[in-house]
């Protein structure tokens, strides 16, 4: 099913195979403040428009996958996903379902999150990466600043974190202004990395029904 060759993996979106530096970054006195304030420099914004290139290394092979395309968001729960290139790919997350569509069939699929806790719990924190809401990554993760400017964070899933049957680690990098990210890296329990680059990325654009629609038909 291409929903777990492409969401999960570039979803988990986020991730970490990210080698540590010569000297530790220095750590905030207070993570949680730190975060809170992080969270609210990074969420201030409704809606969001970016482009992105996933790139996904399977360690069963030495090809890189690369995969190009935009991302719609709208918040509070509401992220599209179209994939241009190598194939035509669109996935609408919502805090309910996931309702994906592909060229080659050219047909759409539903998949209820309700009946599937473990994806709708990586969507979760995957939301919560893009919409910016960092401070509760706390109580589910292990945090650790690995580079101060620009801010590189590590995230790694705490036990009982029903992630962490998935992701190993995950890192994040922000931009200069911290107000959005520019890198995402998820480094998965199989071994396999999938790095998502962020470009032109728009903070408060208007955006319209058209940009969270999936096509072809049910």
């Known amino acids: 099913m291409k929903i777990i060759l492409i969401l999960p993996t570039f979803l988990l979106m986020i991730s970490a195979a990210f080698a540590a530096p010569e000297k530790t970054a220095e750590q905030p006195s207070d993570l949680p403040k730190f975060m809170s304030e992080l969270g609210k420099r990074a969420s201030d914004f409704k809606t969001l428009k970016t482009d992105f290139i996933q ?14 395309g935009r991302i719609y968001l709208q918040k509070p729960s509401k992220i599209a996903w179209h994939v241009d290139s190598p194939l035509r790919y669109s996935v609408l997350i919502t805090d309910k379902l996931i309702r994906q569509w592909d060229e080659d069939s050219d047909k759409v699929q539903e998949i209820s999150l309700t009946k599937n806790p473990i994806f709708q719990n990586v969507l979760n924190q995957m939301n919560v990466w893009f919409s910016g809401e960092y401070g509760t990554m706390l109580e ?4 650790r600043i690995i580079k101060n400017d620009p ?5 790694i899933p705490k036990e009982g974190n029903i992630a962490k049957k998935v992701i190993k680690t995950i890192t994040i990098t922000f931009r200069s202004d911290q107000k959005y990210l520019q890198q995402i890296k998820i480094l998965e329990n199989s071994g396999d990395v999938t790095t998502i680059r962020f470009t032109n990325t728009l903070l408060n654009p208007p955006l319209n029904n058209s940009n969270f629609e999936v096509k072809g038909r049910v």
């Not at 801010?151 to 995230?155: N, R, T, V």
């Open 55 to 68: 790139e996904k290394r399977m360690a069963m092979f030495k090809e890189k996958m690369v995969m190009k």
């Open 140 to 143: 589910t993760n292990t945090v």
């Open 151 to 155: 801010l590189i964070m590590e995230f």
